[in-house]
């Protein structure tokens, strides 16, 4: 005999049951800042945007002149520790053996793919639209697993026209749906300050905060606050930090870009929020890449260096 199927007591052991091991079992939670004990550790990496107009098409439809090959052989001639490597400057058909490649040769000269990034806009509403966003991120996550990337960039993206507690609502739904693809991989997904719905910190936190996956994070890039204190905002996001790309320079609202007062007081906030992972320079001065580029990682190498 069953003992008290559909009895009032049997009813409440059953709920209790069930209550607990639902306590019982991992709950997702909102984002919070990653905790960090031990001093800063910041290592050096190179993004291939830095290197947009050789690794691109030219302007005349002319192939590129360098490769993922020759950019990872760039880094390591440079002494950089890894290197980021853009998803726009894949070849278009690039297969999974290609990926496998990439990976080989970066591994055999020393150098750590840092991560990769992608272009995307999720303020979408629900429909084909967004769904394509998604899928676009979802295949560039596996993509990261066979390069060995830890992390990938992404974009909030433009609201075009829609409110921004709509594009922000939407964005953390994609987010969301990304992340639990990118949890399986081991792959953070880190939201990069780049204008359109999270120009200023206060929605770029709303947004991650809220996220309810560990696996989402701040892409910091330092040079994409334009706001009225662009130091003081990269302070409030430091600790949300999962990569950090480095602009060099910093340009607050109604001002000229400044380099010099940048340098120190940017890495001086990495290492108050101790952050610890990749600092990859992302190069968008007007002098040739291979001029300056070598200039700033040594700067950087300094920084980094410095007690």
Known sequence: MNPDPCTRRGFLRRGTTALLAASAAP??????????????????SLAAYSFRDELGKGRDGSAPTLDMFGFLD??????????????YYFPKDADDAYLVRVR????????SVSGT?????????RGPERDKQVAHVKDWIAKAALLGAPHIRVFAGDPKGRPSDEAIR??????????????????FLGVENHGG?????????????????????????????????????LEKCAPYAVNVQYKGYIQARGEKAKHADD?????????????????ALEYEWPEPPRVKVPQMLREMRGEIGRA
């Not at 760039?74 to 998803?87: D, F, I, R, V």
């Not at 939407?170 to 792959?187: M, V, Y």
């Not at 940017?266 to 990749?278: E, H, N, P, S, V």
Request: with cysteine; net charge negative.
């Open 197 to 233: 719905i999270v120009a200023e910190s206060s929605a770029l936190l709303e947004i991650v905060r809220t996220v309810r996956n560990p696996w989402v994070g701040i892409n910091l890039d330092t040079g994409n606050f334009h706001t009225k204190d662009p130091h003081g905002d």
């Open 117 to 125: 990034a992608v272009g995307n806009n999720f303020t979408h509403p």
């Open 27 to 44: 709950a997702l939670r909102a984002v919070e800042p990653f905790v960090h004990t031990d001093p800063a550790r910041l290592r050096l």
């Open 74 to 87: 760039y880094c390591a001639a440079n002494g950089c520790e890894g290197a980021e490597l853009t998803s």
């Open 104 to 111: 080989r040769h970066a591994f055999l000269r020393g150098v």
């Open 263 to 279: 340098v120190h007081m940017t890495f001086d906030i990495l290492r108050r929020a101790k952050y610890q992972g990749w600092v």
């Open 170 to 187: 939407n964005t953390i739904e994609s987010l969301e749906e990304c992340a639990e693809t990118a949890a399986k991989h081991g792959i």
